[in-house]
């Protein structure tokens, strides 16, 4: 119904930047929040940022200041500029999405993840 692919990640030195992309796909009517999440081995995982389908934006603690997340609605991609990265970046990043498909259902949809490594 809905395909959700990541690209972008790689190894980066720390202080270095990423730019993560996130395009969804399927029969979709609209999408609402979408967010990037990432998880380290043996952690949880934590959400990274989100935007609404209106541009406003949230994001961790611990990423305010060097990451930005941004949207192109008619192109239904989200974007995660990731700057200054440390080695505590170092995660698998995920994009989630709420997603009015046709039908009439709103489900959020996962994709499959991109591993982010930042060599110290």
């Known amino acids: 119904q809905v395909q959700l692919v990541e690209s972008g990640g790689g190894l980066v030195p720390a202080g270095g930047s990423l730019r993560l992309s996130c395009v969804a796909s399927g029969r979709i009517v609209n999408i609402y929040t979408m967010a990037w999440y990432r998880q380290a081995p043996g952690t949880q995982r934590e959400l990274v940022a989100d935007i609404t389908i209106g541009g406003t934006t949230n994001y961790a603690d611990s990423v305010k200041g060097r990451f930005t997340i941004s949207r192109d609605n008619a192109k239904k991609t989200v974007y995660l500029q990731m700057n200054m990265l440390k080695a505590d970046d170092t995660a698998v990043y995920s994009c989630?999405?709420?997603?009015?498909?046709?039908?009439?259902?709103?489900?959020?949809?996962w994709g499959q993840g991109t591993q982010v490594t930042v060599s110290s």
């Open positions: 989630n999405a709420d997603v009015w498909i046709i039908g009439g259902a709103r489900n959020p949809y």
